[in-house]
């Protein structure tokens, strides 16, 4: 699948299904004494987050419930402005509610900036962020993020959720592009 196209895998299929699970496990036990009303609820960011939102809550050993938010950022398709917009909103309020954010990954940071304040705007019980990966960016910008995967190098990356031009989220793992692609 995508013969060619592949430079580098950046992480195998195992390595994200042991860090899922490694994740999964750890939130399980930090929010096993929440006393919030309700099951967690986890709020993935469309399209990237979809294939690590689906692993992460069947993975994860309580319940959660699952809600998508699809959001554009205006700014060219490899980095992101700040300026958001919502596309599809939550479904549920949750004003009361432990919810915690699934993000694909975090550059910037200038999206899941926005996304925070705005969902905190709501008054969740709480909130907070687990993201499979960051980039060294990241860092830089003074956001929360209590979970983090894997951090990786500030190399553009796909597979598992992640695009270039709506392509290869469905690889199972994760890796870098020929610079052929970029230039097709
Ligand atoms: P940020 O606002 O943190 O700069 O960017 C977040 C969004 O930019 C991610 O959710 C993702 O859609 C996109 N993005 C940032 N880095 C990468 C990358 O290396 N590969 C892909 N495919 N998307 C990225
Ligand atoms: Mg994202
Ligand atoms: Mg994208």
Redesign the pocket.
Known sequence: MYEGDIASVLLTEQQISDKVAELAKQVGEDYQTKASAGDLVLVG?LK?AVMFMTDFARALPMPAQLEFMAVT?YGSS???S?VVRILKDLDRDIAGRDVLIL??????????SWLLRNLAGRQPASLEVCTLLR?P??SKIDVPVRYVGFDIPD????GYG???AERYRDLPYIGTLQPTVYSS
Request: glycine fraction near 12%; aromatic fraction near 8%.
């Open positions: 960011v990237g950022s490899t980095s992101s700040g993000e694909d990954i975090i550059d910037s940071g200038l999206t899941l980039k960016e990241a190399e553009f990356v796909v992640l695009d270039y």
